[in-house]
């Protein structure tokens, strides 16, 4: 995947949990790792309504690859809010499976 590939994943995930679209993001996600309820539950102990990060954050994105695993990426993405950058982190891998973005969502991290 190139970087503007796994940019749009990122702005994907983060609209759908800005939106709180959890359901819709347990399905793209396969449920792996995390339930709707998990997702949501996560992001409500943020501590205020999320929104999505300013354009410039996109371009540095914090993008590793996996290791032993060629073609998959983990992805470690900041929350926001009204207020600014939280230290509340998303965490994604993300690889391609018959050429189509596979996307987990690792954790929710709340900090």
């Keep these: 995947m190139s970087p503007n590939d796994l940019t749009l994943v990122a702005k ?7 939106e709180r679209r ?4 347990e399905a793209a996600t396969d449920g792996t790792r995390l339930s709707a309820d998990d ?5 409500d102990d943020v501590g205020g309504a999320l929104v999505m ?3 410039t954050v996109w371009r540095d994105l914090r993008i ?10 983990n992805l470690r993405l900041d929350l ?9 982190t998303v965490e994604l891998t993300v690889h391609t499976k018959n050429g189509r973005p596979v ?9």
Excluded: C, Q, Y
């Excluded at 994907?12 to 800005?18: E, G």
């Excluded at 997702?39 to 992001?43: D, P, Q, R």
């Excluded at 809010?81 to 509340?88: C, L, N």
């Design 12 to 18: 994907h995930v983060m609209k759908l949990l800005v």
């Design 22 to 25: 959890f359901a819709e993001l």
């Design 39 to 43: 997702m949501e539950a996560a992001v």
């Design 53 to 55: 990060p300013p354009e």
């Design 64 to 73: 590793a690859p996996v290791k032993n695993w060629p073609g998959a990426f």
């Design 80 to 88: 926001w809010t009204s207020r600014g950058r939280t230290s509340s």
């Design 103 to 111: 996307i987990e969502v690792d954790d929710i991290i709340v900090g």
